[in-house]
């Protein structure tokens, strides 16, 4: 046995690093506030801190250009648990008309900031159209697992303020809508744009049949898995042991049997929260099955978090000036604008909808669909792209993490009903 007694393992320094990072994240904010910490953006800075202290022996994941399939993997699960969680945390669903601000920002506000950023990437970062629309499509929707600050609270806590129902009911909807739109990237990428060609299948199986499906779906996994919770046997259903094993075994049975049919797996496991929550509402075990799924989203978004940061100083090797331009120009011109005009005509208050515009942070959601796509199909400006979303997932954890605590405090009186 030749090793030496203090062998200083690349592995363990690793666990150690990733500990320590995590620990300091959430209680350094502390010593500043008593609210809850902005530990998101604290995370992915000591991640690319302890990159450059000990890059020789720090093992993370594997750099996300060129083996993508970790990454995808470990954000998918966090993604799903994260939009369950999302769906768990409505209370109530009516009246229907607070959701009109979501509708109009899931229809008008997310295909116009696609739109707007594709044009940007054609336009000032050179990127391929197919490119353009990819990018556009993973950094449009608000993602569901950084966006927790501005979300309602957990389940039975009611009260529920218009601009958090909003921002809550958005995240949870609009990453399974974003796919659509990186499926036309991928189809721009592999034939070309002929719309000719590819236009009708695009509109029926990608939007049509993919969105139906997802919806159906969760709706029916939601019934099932109430049924097996709640319902029986009599006198000694599963809900009553307090354990959220068996709900969060059928998250992966909805979503994965969804995948299966070509259903968007996303929509599906935000609509069984959704569902689920409609059954038995008064029961604890829904409360218990929240603070469950956030444990498990908690632990993989702060690794994942992390592991971003110790990769930056590799993705930021192709960064550039027009990367920089076009993500300040997403995250304070381009959302903020498409959020404000589809809210236009609304009963929410100038100062309200201006919280729900700012407030689309971008996070583990557009890492999955990078690492979806690149997998797919190789995309000519992949490098540009990671870059880019990499910077855009930085600046706007930063923006958001250390000011939407002033933003929250401030929201305007609502009726509840």
Not at 246 to 254: K, S, T
Request: net charge negative.
């Amino acid at each position: 046995m030749d090793d030496a007694f203090f062998s200083f393992d690349d592995y363990h320094i690793t666990l150690a690093l990733v500990g320590a990072v995590v620990i300091l994240s959430r209680w350094l904010p502390r010593l500043f506030s008593d609210r809850e910490p902005a530990a998101a953006p604290l995370m992915i800075l000591f991640g690319a801190g302890a990159a450059l202290l000990v890059p020789d022996h720090l093992q993370m994941l594997p750099d996300p250009r060129e083996v993508p399939r970790p990454w995808e993997l470990v954000s998918e699960l966090a993604v799903i648990v994260a939009l369950f969680g999302a769906g768990m945390r409505i209370d109530s669903l009516r009246p229907w008309r607070r959701w009109i601000p979501t509708v109009r920002m899931l229809a008008i506000a997310m295909p116009l900031t696609i739109l707007a950023v594709a044009l940007l990437g054609v336009w000032l970062g050179g990127l391929t159209l197919a490119g353009a629309v990819l990018l556009g499509a993973v950094l449009a929707p608000t993602d569901p697992v950084l966006a927790a600050d501005v979300q309602v609270g957990p389940p039975q806590e009611g009260a529920e303020h218009p601009v958090r129902f909003t921002l809550t009911t958005e995240a949870a909807l609009n990453d399974g809508l974003a796919f659509p739109f990186v499926y036309l990237g991928l189809i721009i990428a592999a034939e070309g744009f002929s719309p000719g060609a590819w236009a009708l299948q695009w509109v029926g199986l990608d939007i049509f049949y993919r969105i139906a499906v997802g919806v159906g779906m969760g709706w029916l996994g939601g019934r099932t898995l109430g049924f097996v919770l709640f319902m029986v046997p009599k006198g000694s259903v599963l809900a009553d042991t307090g354990s959220g094993v068996i709900a969060f075994a059928g998250v992966l049975l909805c979503y994965g049997s969804t995948e299966l049919v070509e259903g968007y797996g996303f929509i599906a496991v935000a609509v069984l929260g959704l569902t689920l929550r409609r059954i038995e509402e008064d029961h604890h075990f829904h409360r218990r099955l929240h603070n469950f799924s956030e444990s498990i989203e908690h632990a993989l978004t702060a690794i994942l978090l992390v592991a971003l940061g110790t990769a930056l100083p590799m993705l930021f090797a192709d960064l550039d000036w027009a990367h920089l331009w076009i993500a300040l120009a997403l995250i304070l011109l381009i959302r903020p604008a498409a959020g404000w005009v589809a809210l236009m005509g609304t009963q929410i208050t100038h100062h309200d909808r201006g919280v729900v515009s700012v407030y689309g942070v971008r996070g583990i959601g557009s890492i999955y669909y990078l690492c979806y796509a690149s997998g797919h199909v190789e995309f000519f400006n992949e490098a540009q792209l990671w870059s880019l979303v990499a910077l855009v997932i930085l600046l706007s954890t930063l923006l958001h993490g250390f000011t939407v605590g002033w933003a929250m405090d401030r929201l305007g009186d609502h009726d509840p009903d």
